[in-house]
């Protein structure tokens, strides 16, 4: 296993982990996320749902927001995991509001890690959000 491997498979672990604290009690599917920064800190996060279905909040964004409320703006990765409450999915894909959400921090090179931990591929946020409007953009 390389160096990278290792890393990305510990980031899957840590989105495993967040997974267990998902709220959602309205769709009974988990989410997990886990940004890794530039500098090498690990900021998590899990789905929130709410009865007003529209302020749910996903996995990645609440590691997003985690992280960039504290200062950090800086990303070199994202690792999510996801499944139906009890199950593990073998591929759960960020929505299209969390990419347009990565993207206004992140690099179309972006690595985001997609499986479970012991089985995952890895895209990149270009791959998923092709011609995205960035700040750049403005
Ligand atoms: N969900 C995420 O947390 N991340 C995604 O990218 C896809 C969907 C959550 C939102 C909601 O709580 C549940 O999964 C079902 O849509």
Redesign the pocket.
């Known amino acids: 296993m390389t160096d990278k491997t290792n890393s990305y498979s510990s980031l899957m672990e840590a989105a495993a982990r967040a997974r267990e604290f998902s709220y959602?009690p309205y769709?009974g599917?988990c989410?997990g996320a886990a940004l890794l920064t530039s500098d090498g800190r690990i900021f998590t996060g899990c789905?929130v749902?709410n009865a007003g279905l529209s302020a749910?909040n996903?996995?990645?964004r609440t590691a997003v927001f985690k992280a960039v409320s504290e200062g950090v703006r800086d990303f070199s990765a994202i690792a999510?995991v996801?499944g139906r409450r009890g199950e593990v999915s073998p591929f759960?894909a960020?929505?299209g509001v969390?990419r347009q959400v990565l993207a206004e921090f992140c690099a179309p090179d972006l690595p985001v890690i997609l499986g479970t931990p012991q089985a995952f591929k890895v895209y990149t946020l270009g791959e998923l959000l092709p011609f995205s409007f960035t700040p750049a953009d403005l």
């Open positions: 959602s769709s599917f989410v789905n749902e749910t996903c996995a990645e999510v996801g759960c960020p929505c969390c």
